[in-house]
């Protein structure tokens, strides 16, 4: 089974969800401070190698930028700055329970 494809972004920035919308019909809907908590950059995952946890969000904290990258996943940068983090499709689909 070739794995769902993402098929519609729709970035709802007042309620600071991203709507991912694939092709099997389901339906993610990720809040951004999450996202930001999940970040797998670098700095992030060495964080949590030492033990540090993740970054806690902030709930006013909000995807600022949103870029694909290649046909891997995006690139999401949010307003505390941070804008290192890779999101696969893949990965994406599993933070939102699907
Ligand atoms: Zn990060």
């Known amino acids: 089974m070739t794995p ?5 972004l729709t970035d709802h920035r007042l309620g600071g969800v991203l709507e991912i919308r694939w092709s099997d ?3 993610s809907r990720l809040g951004h401070p999450l996202l930001r908590e999940r970040c797998r950059c670098a700095g992030c995952e060495q964080q949590r190698r030492q033990g540090l946890g993740p970054t806690a969000a902030n709930a ?3 995807l600022v930028q949103i870029d694909t990258v290649g046909t891997m996943g995006l690139n999401l940068q949010f307003s505390d700055g ?3 983090g890779i999101y696969p499709w893949a990965y994406l689909r599993q933070l939102g329970g699907l």
């Open 4 to 8: 769902a494809a993402p098929e519609a």
């Open 25 to 27: 019909g389901q339906v």
């Open 60 to 62: 006013q904290l909000r």
């Open 82 to 84: 941070h804008g290192r």
